[in-house]
C-alpha cells in the first residue's frame, strides 16, 4: 500500500481525540479512592505529574496499533486496552520526573509547569516515580480481566525489559558522556535506548493486545518492531533539532539545554540540515517496514510523519 499524505491538522485531531480518551481515563484511574490512599502527598505528586498534559504519544502509539490490527475503535476499546496505554504513559512520566531531578538532566520545568521536584521535595519526585515505575504492574496483572495470561506476560514483560535492559542504561550512558566529539554510533546507541526502546514497546504492547491469531504473527511483530526502533530514533532526534531550534514556552521544558550543559547531539555531530536528512530516511524506512505488515488503515504511517513534523 502506498502512503497517502495527511494535513496536519486532521493527524493532531487523531491524536487529540486518543490523547482525549487516555486523559479521561488516567484522571478516572488516579481519582479511584480503593487505589489511591495515604499520603496525600505521594498521589498528589503522582497525580501532577501524569495530569499535566504531554502528547501521550507512546499511548497513542500503542491504541493505534491495536487498532491498526484489528477492528477497534476509539468506541470499542476496553478496560484492559486502556490500562496497557495508560501504563506506558505511567512509566513514561516516571521517566521524566527521574530524568528532571538534579542529579540527572536537572531541569526545572517540565509540560509548562514547575519539575516534580520543584513543585514538592526532591525526595517525594523520587519516591512517586518509584510507585509510577511499579503501578503498571499491579494494573496489568490485577485489573486486565480480559487479556489471557499469555498477553499480560507479554506486556509486563516488554515493559520490564524495556525499563530494565533500555531506559536505564540509556540514561546512565547519557549522563556519562563526557566528549563532546562522540562516535555518532554511540550517541545512536543511547538514543535508541533511552527512547525509541519504549516508543518501540507502545508499538509492541499493542500488537499484543490484539487475539494471538494475527496472521504470521512473528512476521508482523518484527516489522512492527523495525518501524517502532525507526520512530523512536527520529523521535529523539527531533527533539535534538527542537531544543535548538524551538523556544521554552513551546517546548514546555528549557530550551537551548543541550548547548548549556555541553551535550552532544545530533544536530551538534551534523548540523540540523543533516539531522533532519536523517530523521527523514528513518521515517521513510520505518514507513517501508509498516508496508510489509497487513494493516486495516494507515494510521500507524500518519504518525510516523507526525514524529517529524512535530513543533513540541
Ligand atoms: C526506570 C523507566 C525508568 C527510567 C529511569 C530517567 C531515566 C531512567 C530515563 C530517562 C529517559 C528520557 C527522559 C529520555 C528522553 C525521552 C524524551 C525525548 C522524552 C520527551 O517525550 P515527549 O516529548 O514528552 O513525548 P511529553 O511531555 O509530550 O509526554
Redesign the pocket.
Known amino acids: 500500500m502506498s502512503t497517502k499524505s495527511i494535513p496536519t491538522a486532521d493527524i493532531q485531531l487523531y491524536i487529540n481525540t486518543k490523547k482525549k480518551l487516555l486523559d479521561n481515563f488516567l484522571e478516572d484511574l488516579l481519582n479511584n479512592p480503593n487505589l489511591f490512599k495515604e499520603p496525600q502527598e505521594l498521589w498528589d505528586a503522582i497525580r501532577y505529574s501524569l495530569l499535566n498534559g ?4 507512546r499511548g497513542v502509539l500503542c491504541l493505534t496499533t491495536l487498532e491498526s490490527l484489528t477492528n477497534k475503535n476509539n468506541d470499542s476499546f476496553d478496560t484492559d486496552d486502556l490500562l496497557t496505554a495508560a501504563s506506558l504513559e505511567i ?2 512520566a ?3 520526573i ?2 528532571d531531578l538534579p542529579s ?1 538532566d536537572d531541569d526545572d520545568l517540565r ?1 509548562g509547569k514547575p519539575s516534580c521536584h520543584k513543585a514538592f521535595s526532591e525526595s517525594t519526585a523520587i519516591l512517586a516515580g518509584d510507585a509510577m ?1 511499579t503501578l503498571p504492574f499491579y494494573l496489568i496483572s490485577k485489573q486486565c480481566t480480559k487479556l489471557s495470561d499469555t498477553q499480560k506476560l507479554s506486556i509486563i514483560q516488554t515493559l520490564s525489559f524495556t ?1 530494565s535492559f533500555a ?2 542504561p ?2 546512565i550512558m547519557d549522563l556519562a558522556i563526557k566528549e563532546k566529539n562522540i562516535e555518532l554510533n554511540k550517541l545512536e546507541k543511547i538514543y535508541a535506548n ?2 525509541a526502546e519504549l516508543i518501540k514497546a507502545s508499538i509492541l504492547c499493542g500488537a499484543y493486545l490484539s487475539p494471538n491469531n494475527i496472521p504470521q504473527a512473528k512476521e508482523t511483530i518484527n516489522y512492527l518492531s523495525n518501524y517502532g526502533s525507526k520512530i523512536g530514533l527520529a ?2 532526534i527531533i ?1 535534538d533539532i527542537l531544543d535548538e531550534t524551538s523556544d521554552t514556552k513551546t517546548l514546555g521544558k528549557t530550551s537551548g539545554k543541550d548547548k548549556l550543559q555541553n551535550k552532544p547531539t545530533y544536530p551538534m555531530l551534523l548540523g540540523i540540515d543533516n539531522s533532519r536528512k536523517i530523521a527523514n530516511e528513518l521515517i521513510n524506512d520505518a514507513s517501508s517496514d509498516l508496508n510489509k505488515v497487513n494493516l486495516k488503515s494507515q494510521n500507524l504511517q500518519f504518525l510516523a510523519q507526525f514524529i517529524l513534523n512535530r513543533i513540541n
Do not use: E, N
Request: no cysteine.
Open positions: 504531554g502528547k501521550r504519544l512509566i513514561h516516571m521517566s521524566l527521574h530524568d540527572m509540560r515505575l525499563t531506559l536505564v540509556g540514561q533511552k527512547t523521535f529523539q527533539d
